[in-house]
Structures are given as structure tokens and as C-alpha cells.
């Protein structure tokens, strides 16, 4: 059974970059042929999907995001990483990693628990 746990600060200043990690259990991040990726719930609003990267180490982002976003991993640690970067409160939300299902980009099965990430002065 595949685990994912998010941890990171939960609360990030203004023009700051947020960074999060997703730690992977019970499989490989390296694992053909999924992505692994990030999706935000901001409040009161719909679910996101910030970007992913794939067992190749490629990453992808969300065309409204990717100017400001970063994924990157950790074999060894089987992690992989968050970095948006000038964030504003518009940032504020909870904070899911998860694994999509097999070659599907946007669609996931496995998910963490979520983290709240506040953006605030």
C-alpha cells in the first residue's frame, strides 16, 4: 500500500518561497509509470493541481503556476519536493502530494493527508 506524508512549514511570509516535501512509502518514486504530484485546496474553492513530476525525474506544472514553481526529488530518500516560490495569500491552502494513476497525469488515487500552509505577514 503506497503512503504519502506531506511536511513543511505551515506558515510562509509574503513574497517567500513555500517548500514542502512529500516522503513516499510502500513504493518507488522511480516507479514506471506514474507521476507524482501536487494539488492545493485553497478555501472555499476547488481542488488545484499545482504540477507533478514523473518516474523519469521530468517535472510539469500548471501553466497559471509554472513560472513560480520548482519540483524536484530525493531517490534516495524516495522524496520529492515543492518549491513555489513570491507567494501571496492567494497561496493560502491545503497542500496535498499524490500519486497519480498508471500514465495519467491529472488524476490520483493515492494522497496524503494534506497540510495547511497559511501565507501571511
Known amino acids: 500500500q503506497v503512503q504519502l506524508q506531506e511536511s513543511g512549514p505551515g506558515l510562509v511570509k509574503p513574497s517567500q518561497t513555500l517548500s514542502l516535501t512529500c516522503t513516499v512509502s510502500g513504493g518507488s518514486i522511480t516507479a514506471r509509470t506514474y507521476y507524482w504530484g501536487w494539488i492545493r485546496q485553497p478555501p472555499g474553492k476547488e481542488l488545484e493541481w499545482v504540477g507533478a513530476m514523473g518516474y523519469t525525474g521530468n517535472t510539469y506544472a500548471s501553466p497559471s503556476l509554472q513560472s513560480r514553481t520548482s519540483i524536484f526529488r530525493d531517490t534516495s530518500k524516495n522524496q520529492f519536493t515543492l518549491h513555489l516560490s513570491s507567494v501571496t495569500p492567494e497561496d493560502t491552502a491545503v497542500y496535498y502530494c499524490?500519486?497519480?494513476?498508471?500514465?495519467?497525469?491529472?488524476?490520483?488515487?493515492?494522497w496524503g493527508q494534506g497540510t495547511q500552509v497559511t501565507v501571511s505577514s
Open positions: 499524490a500519486r497519480s494513476l498508471l500514465s495519467n497525469l491529472y488524476a490520483y488515487d493515492y
